[in-house]
């Protein structure tokens, strides 16, 4: 591996732009979850930011020589993956069903690395997540907004394609840090501006609600 100790520090920056959207997309959709809704979301996007904090922190030990915490790095793929599918699940359950009010010995077998799986958890998870924020974008009548969040989309693709690749040369290490910040930098910019533009006052409403839809304020 070729980590250099700046390029180890800058895989932080990712891990920190997700937890700071992630922190304000809980603050704005807490009163609209049930608390099942919310605790998947919620442990979704702790999952997500635990398993790249920890990969970044294999980065850096690497990159000082300290040691390598090999665990560290095989874990990240699986982990993130699981947490991307929890906060996808959470935020669909949020506007397809009406929340509750909140007081919501034998030979080893074959060798199998499930790549395919966890890629399939990630963009299915990533999807939701991008598609319902979406829709919020839209129910803000901001619907220029879900370019923020096509964006991000589309890059966290890029980033599993490029998880597919050869990690062993510094060039490639740099796409993915430069393809991972400009994601996450847009899906933070995006949540911002959905802050900004009142989704904490948003009302959500279903099907089998009697009452009208109120769009909260726009800003």
Not at 25 to 45: E, I, P, Q, V, W
Not at 52 to 78: I, Q, R, T
Not at 81 to 94: D, K, Q, Y
Not at 110 to 135: E, Q, R
Request: aromatic share 12%; charged share 15%.
């Amino acid at each position: 591996m070729d980590f250099s100790l700046p390029m180890a520090l800058v895989d932080f920056v990712p891990v920190a732009l997700f937890a700071v959207a992630s922190v304000f997309l809980m603050r704005d959709l807490y009163n609209k979850m049930s608390k099942g809704a919310f605790a998947l979301f919620a442990a979704g996007t702790i999952d997500v930011t635990c398993a790249g904090a920890l990969k970044a922190l294999y980065k850096l030990l690497y990159a000082l020589n300290v040691c390598d915490f090999e665990p560290l790095s095989k874990m990240f793929f699986p982990v993130q993956s699981i947490g991307f599918l929890l906060a996808g699940i959470g935020v669909l359950a949020m506007v397809i069903h009406k929340q509750s009010e909140k007081a919501a010995l034998a030979a080893a077998p074959p060798l199998f690395s499930g790549t395919f799986i966890f890629v399939a958890l990630m963009v299915g998870g990533l999807g939701l997540l991008a598609a319902v924020l979406c829709l919020l974008s839209a129910k803000l009548k901001k619907p220029w907004l879900s370019a923020f969040f096509v964006v991000s989309f589309v890059c966290f693709l890029g980033m599993g394609y490029l998880a597919s690749k050869d990690f062993a040369e510094a060039a490639m290490n740099w796409i993915a840090e430069g393809v991972n910040v400009v994601g996450l930098g847009a899906f933070l910019a995006g949540t911002l501006l959905l802050h900004k533009y009142g989704l904490t006052g948003l009302k959500l409403t279903h099907k089998n609600d009697d009452t009208a839809v109120s769009e909260g304020d726009n800003a």
